[in-house]
């Protein structure tokens, strides 16, 4: 397996534009979580999917970001418009449910995101 | 919410001395903690987890312990080398509600030899 495949590996954008984020979980994995990592706040929760339903948007700063999950292989994370204070590491990580809980909790390799 | 604190946020040690992270949480519904270790420029990777009906758990040099009464956890890394270098995050869940992993804000540790 791949694992969890995240795109673009870099993205760099200037102050107001639209920016979108990419993420194919690992096959047969039924959850779905979108990261942001940055040293002052370390990695925190934006939003998850179970079932390409989401869950949970606590985490979303704000009304700029939004994210999809239109079926079971792709999921997008849209920053419209950017500000410089979006600059960070953006990871995606699935896992699924098994009988007794959740396993294979995997990350990508993240998308590191600079706004100018 | 759940809400993981850890400390220290930097830690230093010569090459052969041991290691403790230690992290707080504030769910007592938590049943689940895993540790990941992040090298620099890389994703976050677990190394070892320990569920709720146990106190200890080690894999080698790593070990991680558990006290729910007071609602905290600890990684203790025996024997550190150069390259246990990285950033190491705690973080608790809901493990059979399926729910996501809230992370402590992370430990740099500086392996020196």
């Known amino acids: 397996d791949a694992g969890v495949i995240q795109s673009p590996r870099h993205e760099v954008t200037e102050m107001g534009q639209e920016v979108t984020l990419r993420c194919k979980p690992i096959s047969g994995h039924d959850y779905l979580f979108w990261y942001r990592q940055t040293m002052m706040r370390g990695l925190e929760l934006l939003i998850y999917f179970n079932n390409n339903v989401p869950i949970d948007d606590s985490g979303m700063p704000e009304d700029r970001f939004s994210a999809k999950m239109p079926n079971a292989s792709f999921s997008t994370l849209k920053i419209q418009p950017s500000e410089p204070r979006d600059s960070a590491v953006y990871f995606c990580?699935?896992?699924?449910?098994?009988?007794?809980?959740?396993?294979?909790?995997?990350f990508g390799s993240g998308t590191r995101l600079t706004v100018v | 919410g759940e809400n993981v604190e850890q400390h220290p946020s930097t830690l230093s040690v010569q090459e052969g001395d041991s290691a403790v992270i230690k992290c707080t949480y504030s769910?007592?519904?938590?049943?689940?903690f895993p540790w990941y270790k992040q090298e620099l420029g890389k994703r976050p990777q677990l190394i070892i987890d320990i569920r709720s009906n146990v106190g200890e758990k080690k894999d080698q040099r790593i070990a991680v312990t558990l006290n729910k009464t007071a609602k905290h956890f600890s990684l203790h890394i025996t024997e550190t080398q150069p390259e246990d270098s990285a950033v190491y995050f705690c973080?608790?869940?809901?493990?059979?509600?399926?729910?996501?992993?809230?992370f402590g804000k992370g430990t740099t540790l500086s392996v020196s030899s």
């Open positions: 990580a699935s896992s699924f449910q098994t009988g007794t809980g959740q396993a294979g909790y995997t």
């Open positions: 769910d007592s519904a938590s049943n689940y």
């Open positions: 973080a608790a869940s809901k493990w059979q509600a399926g729910t996501a992993l809230i």
